[in-house]
């Protein structure tokens, strides 16, 4: 019912979460506006996501990088606040 009502869906997890699996489904990755994750992530793990949801990987430990600007203008227009995210949008 969560999913259904919500006008942006975000699944925030770190790239070791991408191995698992579990007997509950809580969502199709096409009800998933956004997966934000670090950059360990396996590039093809992240070609497949991308088919379905928008994959945004964020500098690991501290080291970030600028916002890539066709998201940071994007984001501008939703309710996440400014500068809100140092990431790399694919």
């Known amino acids: 019912m969560v999913i259904e009502n919500s006008q942006t869906n975000i699944v925030l997890s770190d790239s070791r979460k991408t191995t698992y699996s579990s007997l509950v489904c809580y969502a199709d990755w096409e009800e998933i506006d956004y997966l934000i994750t670090d950059s360990g992530m ?3 793990v992240v070609r497949e996501l991308s088919e379905h949801t928008e994959v945004i990987q964020v500098e690991q430990a501290g080291t970030g990088f600028p916002l890539n600007p066709s998201l940071k203008s994007r ?3 939703s309710r996440f606040p400014k500068d809100f995210f140092i990431a790399n949008h694919l």
């Open 42 to 44: 396996d590039q093809e």
């Open 75 to 77: 984001l501008s227009n």
